[in-house]
C-alpha cells in the first residue's frame, strides 16, 4: 500500500534539514485518524509538484516528527488539460471535481452557463467556491497526486469564450457534434481546454460563442452522461490519446 499523503507549505519542503514537523490540520489527522506510528512512511507535498517522502520518527497528540529520506520535484504534465466544468446541481459539482482530479486533470474552471440548474449568487459563491477545492485538495491526496488541479474563480460564457481563443486546442462537448471526440489528433499539442454543458445542455447562442472562438465541437459517445461525469469520461479519452495515460 502506498504511503499516504499530506499538504503542507511549501517553506516545509524547501528547507535543507533533514527533519520536519507536521502539525496543525494534517498533523492531527495524522495522528489521531490514521494513527500513524514511527517507522511508517509518509508523503508530504505542497500540492505544487514538490514532494517528500519521509519517515515518522516521533507521534504527539497533534503533531508528528518526520525524518526526509529525499525530495523531488514533479515537473508540469504535458499537455495541460483544463475543463470548463458547467455547475451541475446539488453535490455533484464536487463529486466532479473529486473523479476528474483522481483521473489527473490540471484545472477545472466552474462556469456559470445559461442552463445551469444551479446558479452560485454572490452570498454563496465563495462557500462554493470552497468546496469545490477543497474537493480538489482531498481528492489530490487521495489518488497520491503531487500537482493539485487549480480551481479558479467562477467563470461568465464570455470569460470561457475569451479562454478558448487563447487555447491551442479548444474543444466542446455536444451530442449534435459529428467529429468523434477518439479519433482526435492531439499530436504535438501543448494545452486543450476542454467545455462540459450542463445538464440542460450547451445553448445554441453558447455554441455558436464558443466555435467562433475557435473552439471544436466533438461527440463523446452514443449515450447522453450526466454533466458530473462527461468530464471525466471524456478526461479519459483525452488521457490515453495523449499518453499521459
Do not use: Y
Amino acid at each position: 500500500m502506498s504511503a499516504p499523503v499530506f499538504v503542507v507549505d511549501r517553506a516545509v519542503l524547501a528547507g535543507t534539514g533533514g527533519r520536519v514537523v507536521l502539525e496543525g490540520a494534517e498533523g492531527r489527522h495524522a495522528a489521531t485518524v490514521k494513527r500513524l506510528r514511527v517507522g511508517e512512511e509518509v508523503v508530504l507535498t505542497d500540492g505544487e509538484g514538490t514532494r517528500g517522502r519521509c519517515s515518522v520518527l516521533s507521534v504527539g497528540r497533534d503533531r508528528l516528527e518526520l525524518e526526509v529520506l529525499g525530495r523531488q520535484e514533479e515537473p508540469p504534465a504535458s499537455p495541460r488539460i483544463t475543463v470548463v466544468q458547467a455547475l451541475p446541481k446539488g453535490e455533484r459539482g464536487e463529486l466532479a471535481v473529486e473523479v476528474m482530479t483522481e483521473a489527473g486533470v490540471d484545472e477545472i474552471v466552474p462556469w456559470s452557463a445559461s442552463r445551469s440548474i444551479t446558479q452560485w449568487r454572490a452570498e454563496r459563491r465563495e462557500k462554493s467556491l470552497g468546496r469545490w477545492r477543497n474537493a480538489a485538495r482531498e481528492a489530490g491526496k487521495q489518488a497520491r497526486r503531487s500537482r493539485f488541479p487549480v480551481v479558479p474563480d467562477l467563470a461568465s460564457t464570455a470569460q470561457v469564450a475569451a479562454r478558448l481563443e487563447r487555447a491551442e486546442l479548444a474543444l466542446v462537448l455536444h451530442e449534435e457534434a459529428a467529429e468523434p471526440l477518439g479519433a482526435l489528433s492531439v499530436e504535438g499539442v501543448g494545452e486543450i481546454v476542454l467545455v462540459v454543458g450542463p445538464e440542460g445542455g450547451i445553448s445554441p447562442e453558447e455554441l455558436e460563442l464558443f466555435t467562433g472562438a475557435g473552439a471544436r465541437a466533438v461527440l463523446l459517445g452514443p449515450t447522453v452522461l450526466r454533466t458530473s461525469t462527461a468530464g471525466v469520461a471524456a478526461l479519459a479519452v483525452l488521457m490515453t490519446r495523449t499518453g499521459r495515460w
